[in-house]
């Protein structure tokens, strides 16, 4: 399979890849829209003449399932795309939710494998749907033997690198499941940015990623992003017309399609075997949806 690339880069900006493109008359839900790369995005797309659905934490929970459920049953329309951005890094104490799935892989994997099977009557033929995943998707598959650190030690990091890897993974498995009713997925990296998604970072997490100096100041490196370069691929993969018709992909931080890659401790480019592996994506698919049902 050819790896597509696109004209975009690293430093090109939502309202950029957005240039002259009309989405007059498109519906677009994008969680977690209310900060960070979520709000960059949903501004671009406004700006470029989308219906932007953005609901607060309040209106749609995505750790709680019957919180999922009851936003997609009240759901009334059309659907021409859904952008699954929110997300939580690095809970620092092991956490379960509702329905006793690790926090992490709960909120950024499940909620929005529940959002999106729940909205799908409503998907129009050839929706787009971009799921937000992150370079620490190399550093680790999702260990089906222990999805929610039963019987080894949390670990925060560990946690977020296993909801990310599902995340692509969910890209993958709706590809499988609906590519035939002309639903695209993508997955994305956005590279990294300063948002709220690093509020349980302390001091020492941050400085040892780069993001801050000794005296406590905020550092930004050269390859880190604003939040509207940060949200670039997001609406590249739901409304450019150069990747229309693209499907089950993962986009790296510099908005082109990543090279398969094996994974390992020290997160580099490219996406992890494990993360498009079609056998785990249906293995989590099956997992996903027993918890959905159970409800
Ligand atoms: N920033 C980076 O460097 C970076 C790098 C790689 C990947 N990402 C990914 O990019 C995405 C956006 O993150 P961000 O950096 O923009 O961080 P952010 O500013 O913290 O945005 C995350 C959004 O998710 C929402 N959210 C969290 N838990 C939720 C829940 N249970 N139900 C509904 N909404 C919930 C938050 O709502 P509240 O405001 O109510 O908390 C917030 O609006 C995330 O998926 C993140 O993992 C970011």
Known sequence: MTRINTPFTARTTAAEV???????????????????????????????G??????????????????????SEAWTGPVDAVIANAGIMAVP????????????????????????????????????I???????????????????????????????????????????????H?????????????GYIHTNLQRHLGPDAMRAAGAMDDEGNLVHPDYYKTPEQGAAAEVMLVASPLLAGVTGR????????????????????GVAEWSVDPAAADRLWDLAEATVNKL
């Not at 993962?250 to 480019?269: I, L, S, W």
């Open 18 to 48: 957005l240039a002259g493109v009309d989405l007059t008359g498109k519906r677009i839900l994008i969680t977690g829209g209310g900060s960070g790369l979520g709000q960059a995005a949903a501004d671009a797309l406004r700006q470029a």
């Open 50 to 71: 989308a219906e932007v659905v953005s609901p607060a934490r309040k209106e749609l929970d995505l750790s709680d399932l019957g919180s999922v459920r009851a936003y």
């Open 93 to 128: 104490e092991r956490r379960l939710t509702a329905q006793g799935w690790e926090l992490q892989l709960g909120t950024n994997f499940l909620g929005h494998f529940a959002l999106l099977t729940g909205l799908r009557e409503h998907l129009v033929p050839g929706a787009r």
């Open 130 to 176: 971009a799921i937000v995943s992150s370079g620490i998707q190399l550093r680790g598959g999702v260990d089906f033997d222990d999805p929610h650190f039963e019987n080894r030690p949390y670990d925060a990091f560990a946690a977020y690198a296993q909801s990310k890897t599902a995340t692509v993974l969910l890209a993958v498995g709706i590809g499988r």
């Open 178 to 190: 609906w590519g035939t009713d002309g639903i695209t997925a993508n997955a994305l990296a956005p």
């Open 250 to 269: 993962y986009f790296d931080d510099d908005n082109q399609e990543a090279e398969v890659v094996t994974g390992g401790p020290e997160p580099a480019k």
